[in-house]
């Protein structure tokens, strides 16, 4: 479960382990306007090529997507690549679609 945000509108600090549906559910609606669940849209995408890649151990999202702010103007995340890669030629387009364009 994650947390309630601070008074200043911030998770406390700290790595928050959650489920992309309970990531979704907390951070993609807010009244203001769509501007987050588009964001989302492009995020989730990126999940699911993470997901189908298996080369990455977790996706880690920071940044104002994970703050109260209304509208957000991009998510920040980290992909932890899976540590058994260790050593292999990867060529990482062939892994991923980018996601940019939004």
């Known amino acids: 479960m994650l947390p309630q945000f601070t008074e200043q509108g911030l998770l406390p600090e700290g790595i928050h382990h959650a489920t992309f549906a309970e990531f979704e559910r907390r951070f993609a609606y807010f009244e203001r306007s ?8 492009r ?3 990126l999940y699911h090529q993470v997901q189908q890649s298996g ?5 880690l999202v920071g940044g104002s997507f994970v703050t109260s702010k209304p509208e957000p ?3 920040d995340c980290i992909l932890v690549l899976n540590p058994s890669i ?4 990867l060529a990482i387009a062939h892994h991923f679609r ?3 364009g939004y």
């Not at 769509?34 to 849209?41: F, G």
């Open 98 to 100: 980018t996601v940019a």
């Open 86 to 89: 260790e050593g292999q030629d």
């Open 73 to 75: 103007s991009d998510f």
């Open 34 to 41: 769509d501007r987050r669940y588009r964001l989302l849209d």
């Open 55 to 59: 080369i990455v151990k977790q996706l």
């Open 43 to 45: 995020l989730r995408e």
